[in-house]
């Protein structure tokens, strides 16, 4: 199975490196895509063997399976030529398919598959499963160290004083399509559970400044008709890069481990 990167940050270099090891059976590393020359560059140096390089709207002419790890204004770059070509798209920056039915639509034409891994969330299963039955609430709730979200845009615009808390501070509350437009940075785990489950309309998020974290936090609480639970994770960071959580990249191997194993475990 031929494997192309777009993006190479924390995540994308980390993927690339276990492709180039051999470290997920059945695949290799096809290409990549970098957003200039010398980050691809960077990325292969760190490689036994090098990649090809390629524009976004070429890769999916190489490979089978495109992983996307894109700054969001790049998202639809690579999505609509992988989607055209009939491949599979592994979307870590979820929150940019709020919206996207065309895109959607357009997979069905072309078969095409659009998959988002667990990434910094868990209990996705869960949540499929309790789908099929009939929700009744999911909230996911995402609270961060103050210096998190300081210099976010929505807190600086609406004079949200974050200095000298001594407790935690909701900074924000709705519906995930509305906490997106304000926090589009910070939704793509919400993003995920909330299409995981009954849609982000109905799936409510909430945004914390925590004084007492040092780290991000998510907890979901699910109610159904077939089970309640109650799920948090607290992610510790990559080396390469603070703001992104070590697991995603490790969530992204496990998926692509799995595309060739005998045994699933897990809806």
């Known amino acids: 199975m031929k494997i192309g990167i777009a993006g190479m940050g924390a995540i994308g270099l980390r993927v690339a490196q276990e492709l180039d090891r051999g470290g997920i059976p ?3 590393l096809a290409g990549i895509s970098a957003r200039n020359a010398d980050r691809a560059a960077e990325a292969n140096a760190t490689l036994s063997k090098p990649a090809p390089v390629y524009e976004l709207h070429e890769i999916a002419g190489h490979c089978d399976v495109i992983i996307e790890t894109l700054p969001p204004q790049l998202f639809m770059d690579l999505a609509m030529p992988v989607v055209q070509a009939g491949k599979e798209l592994v979307v870590l920056s979820a929150s940019q398919l ?4 065309a895109l959607f639509d357009l997979a069905g034409k072309t078969g095409a598959r659009i998959v988002i891994p667990s990434g910094a969330m868990l209990g996705l299963d869960a949540i499929k ?20 979200l300081a210099k976010a845009p929505y807190v600086i615009d ?4 974050l200095s000298n808390l001594s407790e935690p501070l909701l900074v924000l509350g709705g519906a995930v399509t509305d906490v997106a437009k304000v926090f589009p940075a910070n939704v793509n785990v919400a993003v995920a559970v909330s299409l995981a489950g009954f849609g982000p309309e109905k799936t409510r ?10 780290k991000n936090k998510h907890t979901v609480r699910v109610v159904s008709d077939s ?4 799920m948090t994770i607290q992610n510790r960071p990559s080396e390469e890069n603070p703001a992104t959580g070590k697991i995603t990249a490790l969530s992204v191997i496990a ?6 194993s005998v045994l699933q ?3």
Do not use: H, Y
């Open 265 to 267: 475990v897990g809806t």
């Open 129 to 148: 499963g309790a789908a099929v039955g009939e929700l009744k609430s999911v909230v996911i709730e995402t609270r961060k160290p103050v210096a998190g």
């Open 205 to 214: 998020m909430e945004v914390w400044a925590d004084p007492a974290l040092d």
């Open 255 to 260: 998926l692509l481990r799995e595309k060739t």
């Open 227 to 230: 089970s309640d639970f109650e």
């Open 98 to 101: 709020l919206d996207q039915d």
């Open 158 to 161: 609406n004079n949200i004083d």
């Open 26 to 28: 059945g695949c290799e």
